[in-house]
């Protein structure tokens, strides 16, 4: 396949490559990272070129890999109204997405405490396959989660009213409907509110030490102080529930493509013109989903908050327990870019708006949107700011994590979760987990290092990176 | 050829994949739902407390065999179940011609103190999904979203 060097960064392969491409593909990464990208990638980013609609360029950030239709890491805008929207763009986790949450401790605080902290967390934040919460919901109750989404919780007393301005969307998109969700999705997930779910989802512990923040100014904005603060970092999505909707209506749309002359280069790719009827179903029933990935994530925030109260001995607000950022990077969203309002898919890719938006809330306006990137379980996890390079580039977007390298089961003939375990206590990282084959799989070498990936979006321009946080406690389902 | 599976490394990297094989419909079935268990939980350490009675038909063998896997994941969420064995017919009716499935799966309700609990499945995919016939028997490839 031919691919083009535009920049050091910048990889673009043209229209011409693959029959049926509408716009040419890019790929952010350095030459290194690129060389390494899976194949899959390139076919992929080249058939969502051919999606109808598609304005522009299909994308994929230098975390890329292969997914489901769209690649991880893939972000493509359609047109409003002669465009399409893809439940393959989003991917099956809807909303699935990073929070940050800073707190006014030091690593000499908590360092004696960790063991009795982490217990705490892995009792209230419920981990691992089927996991129930502690919340019991009705239907009627369920369909106020998926119209107010994070707003729900803070009403119920699960967070404070100044979590929501810090929060994507104020944790409540408009635009759902709850009619148009199935039973099945609803019988998956009403139980599940306030559960991590498994795989690469995690609740972590970290420290932001001062050798590792860049731009301390905004570090300090963002509420990041250094002096080995202890932050905590969320990372999950709107588990049975969202998944249930992607699997609804990936069935929905593959009728749908009939009807509507449609054809794609793989099933996965299912989609359905935006203004549809069934484009318009599941863009509102994909809305109740994301509602509810934010409403699962503030009702996490609350279980934090009271795990370090009580093992603290101290309220969470005299712990400056603040939401940093909570940002989505599985989800497709009405934006305005010089063409118009666009349907902008980001799948394993975050939003990265540059200083001024309107979307921001007044604090950040001025820094640009946080950007929380999550990286492996032994490494570190990075916070960025948003750039108007972004904005002109990549649709406000840039990378979500560090993409795997190797699969999950040579990762586990690798290692066993109890050594893994044990290797990372020795390192001073404490980890609990409900399943240790889970925990074998996401060790920390079967991931690209997430270093190299910030540097290719930060060299891009595409992102600003802030500081890096260094894990000391990971809870894995 | 005998009712089995084998988990595939190939195709994807940050998921699970394997494919089934039975001499019949019913045997690629039961094969496949083995396979869908052992990927959430270690079937050795669960109890047979409850059993689930699945019955489903559809024109199309694949789409029956998708919907009855996504059941077991339904199951797991929805009623917070997790299995250690199945049984299962599947055979074409004489009526219509569709494929009728009467299935049950024996389990419990999931408890992390007992159980040895493995990958959550977010769902079915059709990445790759296949079912086809070869030398008489029946083989079934199903990519798995973790």
Redesign the interface.
Known sequence: MTVNRITDQIWEIPASEKPGMLVPARIYATEKILTAM?RGVFEQVTNVACLPGIRRYALCMPDG?????FP?GGVAAFDRDTGVISPGGVG??INCGMRLIRTDLTLADVAPRLERLMTELFRRVPA?????GFIRLNRPEFDEVMRKGARWCVERGYGWHHDLERIEEHGCIPGTDPSKVSD?AV???I??LGTL????HYLEVQVASDDRIFDKPTAAALGITGHDQIVVMVHCGS??FG??V??DY?KVFEKAMRRYGITVK???LACAPFRSPEGQDYFAAMNCAANSAFANRQVITHQIREAFSAVFERPAESLGMDIVYDVAHNIAKIERYAEGELVVHRKGSTRAFGPGRPELPEIYRQTGQPVICGGSMETGSYLLVGTDQAMQQTFGSTMHGSG???????AKRSVRGEQLQKQMAQRGIIVKA??M??LA?EAGFAYKNISDVVEAVDAAGITRKVAELRPIGNIK? | MTSSFRFLEDIALADSAFEARGDSPSELFAASARAVIETMVAPQTVSSTCTKAITRHDRSLEELLFDWLADIVYLKDAEGLVFQDVVCTVEKRQADGDWQLNGTLTGEPIDPARHELRADIKAITKHRYEVRQDNGGWIATVVMDI
């Open positions: 899976d890999h292969w997914g489901y239709g991880i099956y986790d691992g396959v089927g996991s129930k099945h019988e998956r997930g139980s599940q779910g498994s795989g690469n588990r049975g998944h249930q992607a699997s990936l793989d099933q996965q795997r390298t190797m699969s999950r089961a040579q409900v399943s084959s889970g799989e389902g």
